[in-house]
C-alpha cells in the first residue's frame, strides 16, 4: 500500500491543506476544528482519502472514505500521530470517539476511562488516569462532603460567598481549581488567591482540578468556546467521571454552583449536572449568586474594572489577596 | 542497560508492532494488545520477557502493540526501542 497512497503533513500555517482538510472530512460529516495543530492525511491521485488531526494531546476528526475502509489506514495515521507527538514530547494522548469504534480504537494502543451513552473516552496511557485518583489528597471526615469546582479567575467576593455558604453546611468542602492555563490569571496565582482568601475557612480544601475536571482533556469545548454537537457529549463525560470516580473516590456527597446569569455553557453544564449527579447520589445545590449594586459579581467584571485602573469599586467585590494581586500587577499607578 | 529517558519504535501497519519503553521505578509491567493475542499472546510476552532480560531490564513499562509481526521484528523493535530510551 505504501506506493499507492501519499502522505501529507499539514500544520497551522498550511491553509490550502486545511481548506482541503475541512471539504473532505465535509463530505462524511465531520467538522474540521480550527484549533487542530498538526493534520496528518494520505492521498491518492492528490485526493485525501484518510485524514487524522490532534489538538495537543487530543486526537480528532479522524475520518476515512467509505472505498477505503478496512485498509488499515487507521493504522498508519496513527502511527505517524504518535510518533510526532512523540517528537514534540507529547506522550499522553486523548481522544473521543463513539461506542462503535471503541474496539477498533483500543486496538491502536488506547484504553478506555469512561463512557456514557453517547461517548467513549479514552487514553492512550494505561495507568493516568488511576494514579490521578490516587493522588488525589484524601481527607477525612464522618460527616457530609462537599465540592465546589471553580476557574477562580481570580476569586471575587461572589466566589467566597458561594465557599462561606457551602463550608457552612458541610463538615468538609473540597474546592477544584480549574488548573488548565488557559485563563487570564495564571493557574499558580488562581490558586495561591483561592488559599489566601479562604484561610479562615477551616473546613476547606483547595486542590488542583488536574486533566479530569474540566480541562482541555476531559472537555475540549470549554476552551475553544466552539458550539458544536459535542457539547452535550462533553459535559456528560466531564460529569460522569466527576461522579462516578472523583466523588466516589473522597465520598463527596454535595457540589454546588453559583447561579450564572452570562454564560450559556455554563448554564447548560450546570443543566447537565442537576440531571446527572443524582443518579450517582450526589446533591447538586444551586446557590443564588452574591449581587452588589451593579448587578452579578463576577470575575470577568473584576478584570475589567481592573483594567480600566477602578480600583475603587473593585475593592468591594474582591478578598484583599485579589486586589493587592491586581493592584501590584498594574504598578499601583491608579489605587485611589 | 541503564533506561534514561521513554523511547518509541516501529508502527501499528499490519505486520508490524510499535514499542514503547519507559523507566519505571515500580517494576517490570508489559502491557500487550496485539490482533493475535489469543493465538500468540503468550509467546509474544515470553519472547519480550527474554529480550528484556537479555540487557537486565528489570523496572519499565513496556506498551506493546502488534499487529502480527513475526517474532523477528517483534525483537528488533524491542530492541531498537531499548536503545534510544538507553541514549
Excluded at chain 1, 22 to 32: D, G
Aim: aromatic content about 12%.
Amino acid at each position: 500500500m505504501f506506493s499507492e497512497y501519499k502522505k501529507e503533513y499539514i500544520d497551522r500555517y498550511n491553509s490550502l491543506g486545511r481548506l482541503q482538510t475541512t471539504s473532505f472530512l465535509k463530505s462524511i460529516n465531520i467538522e474540521y476544528d480550527e484549533n487542530i495543530d498538526i493534520t496528518i492525511n494520505l492521498t491518492k491521485n492528490d485526493t485525501i482519502i484518510a485524514s487524522a488531526s490532534a489538538e495537543k494531546n487530543l486526537i480528532k476528526c479522524i475520518g476515512v472514505n467509505p472505498e477505503f475502509r478496512s485498509e488499515g489506514l487507521l493504522n498508519t495515521l496513527f502511527s505517524d500521530l504518535v510518533a510526532y507527538k512523540y517528537n514534540q514530547e507529547i506522550y499522553n494522548l486523548s481522544l473521543f470517539t463513539k461506542a462503535e469504534y471503541e474496539k477498533l480504537i483500543s486496538s491502536l494502543g488506547f484504553y478506555t476511562i469512561c463512557k456514557t451513552e453517547n461517548i467513549v473516552f479514552m487514553e492512550n496511557q494505561k495507568h493516568k488516569f488511576e494514579e490521578y485518583l490516587e493522588n488525589l489528597p484524601k481527607f477525612k471526615s464522618d460527616g457530609s462532603i462537599g465540592a465546589i469546582v471553580m476557574n477562580l479567575n481570580p476569586i471575587t467576593n461572589g466566589h467566597l460567598y458561594l465557599i462561606e455558604k457551602a463550608a457552612s453546611e458541610n463538615d468538609l468542602l473540597y474546592i477544584f481549581v480549574v488548573s488548565e492555563d488557559q485563563s487570564v490569571v495564571p493557574f499558580e496565582t488562581r490558586y495561591r488567591l483561592a488559599l489566601e482568601s479562604t484561610k479562615h475557612l477551616k473546613n476547606v480544601v483547595i486542590i488542583k482540578g488536574g486533566d479530569y475536571i474540566i480541562s482541555s482533556t476531559t472537555f475540549p469545548s470549554y476552551f475553544s468556546k466552539n458550539y458544536n454537537h459535542w457539547i452535550n457529549n462533553y459535559c456528560e463525560l466531564d460529569l460522569t467521571i466527576f461522579s462516578k470516580y472523583i466523588a466516589k473516590k473522597l465520598n463527596i456527597s454535595k457540589r454546588y454552583v453559583g447561579t450564572e446569569p452570562y454564560c450559556q455553557l455554563t448554564n447548560y453544564y450546570n443543566q447537565k449536572m442537576s440531571e446527572i449527579l443524582p443518579n450517582y447520589g450526589i446533591d447538586f445545590i444551586l446557590i443564588e449568586r452574591l449581587f452588589s449594586e451593579n448587578g452579578a459579581i463576577s470575575a470577568s467584571q473584576v478584570r475589567k474594572l481592573a483594567d480600566e485602573g477602578d480600583f475603587k469599586t473593585l475593592k468591594a467585590l474582591v478578598p484583599e489577596a485579589t486586589y493587592n494581586y491586581l493592584i501590584s500587577k498594574n504598578g499601583g499607578l491608579n489605587e485611589s | 542497560m541503564n533506561l534514561k529517558r521513554r523511547a518509541i519504535a516501529g508502527t501499528m501497519e499490519s505486520s508490524d508492532t510499535m514499542i514503547e519503553i519507559i523507566p519505571w521505578e515500580k517494576s517490570l509491567e508489559i502491557n500487550l494488545k496485539s490482533d493475535v493475542e489469543k493465538q500468540y499472546g503468550n509467546q509474544i510476552l515470553d519472547l519480550v520477557k527474554k529480550v528484556l532480560a537479555e540487557d537486565n531490564i528489570e523496572n519499565a513499562c513496556v506498551n506493546i502493540i502488534d499487529k502480527g509481526a513475526l517474532d523477528f521484528t517483534i525483537s528488533a523493535r524491542l530492541k531498537t526501542a531499548l536503545y534510544r530510551a538507553s541514549k
